[in-house]
């Protein structure tokens, strides 16, 4: 199981120098990971938004070790072919330290109608299975250079409870990140229906967030491969600070 800090580049953790000094002290901790939502604008109170892109790639250049990426971003929200750019830049920027988590986004934070956004979520899961199966085309070889990851970049994707069809569109790649678990008892059950349909010679990362302070024994026992400390919506530096300083455990 291994460990990382998941954060919302909100208010002051919206300057991408922050962020970087925090990756660098969760690097020398013994953090494994350092991940960031991906909004462009979010309900009140938040205000600050940083490009989670750009943040990243600062967190690339000050750290060495940890695996990093957005969690996740909604690829009918974007263009596909500037996603592949981004992700090959920032997996060449890394040394090959670039997760991708993927999923459809959600719809009551103002960022889908005020831009001209795809609603409907049937439409915006359409887009999501095409996005992918563009990336991985753009990646193979259609763009240059190609990722340093082979044979592609991993990819996580996002799947809310209790809903399935997204836990189905998972397994096709490297990660599952169930959103709105009701407890570990749900990721039990859920670890059992994917070992059922994968291979055990296929690795496969089931990612779990929880609160600064929770136990994580028990997830890890569900089957928890990582387990990400989110801040939630408002975080602040010196919380996230005094967690990264605490260690993983």
């Known amino acids: ?21 925090l990756a660098v002290a969760a ?53 596909v072919h500037k996603v592949a750019r981004e992700t090959v830049t920032l997996d060449l920027l890394s040394s090959g330290r670039l997760t991708l988590g993927v999923g459809l986004g959600g719809t009551r934070n103002g960022e889908l109608e005020p831009f001209g956004e795809v ?58 990140f169930p959103i709105g678990l009701p407890g570990p008892e749900a990721l039990a059950e859920l670890t059992g229906e994917i070992r059922e349909s994968r291979r055990a010679d296929h690795p496969f990362d089931v990612v779990v967030d929880i609160a600064p302070g929770d136990d994580t024994e028990p997830w890890v026992r569900a089957g928890a491969t990582w387990i990400v400390t989110d801040f939630g919506m408002q975080p602040t530096e010196a919380e996230v600070r005094e967690v990264i300083d605490a260690g993983p455990g």
């Open 1 to 21: 199981m291994k460990r990382a800090v998941y954060v919302a580049p909100f208010g002051e953790l919206a300057d991408p120098r922050v962020l970087a000094g």
């Open 27 to 79: 690097e020398e901790r013994g953090w494994d990971g350092f991940f960031v939502w991906d909004h462009i604008v979010y309900r009140a109170p938040v205000r600050a938004v940083a490009d989670p892109w750009v943040a990243l790639a600062a967190v690339a250049c000050a750290t060495s070790s940890l695996r990093i990426g957005p969690l996740i971003t909604p690829l009918a929200r974007r263009r």
């Open 119 to 176: 609603v409907d979520p049937i439409e915006r899961a359409r887009l999501l299975d095409q996005g992918l199966d563009d990336l991985v085309r753009y990646w193979a070889g259609e763009f240059q250079p190609v990722p340093v990851q082979q044979p592609r970049i991993p990819v996580w994707v996002a799947a809310v409870w209790p809903h399935r069809r997204p836990v189905r569109r998972a397994l096709r790649w490297e990660g599952v």
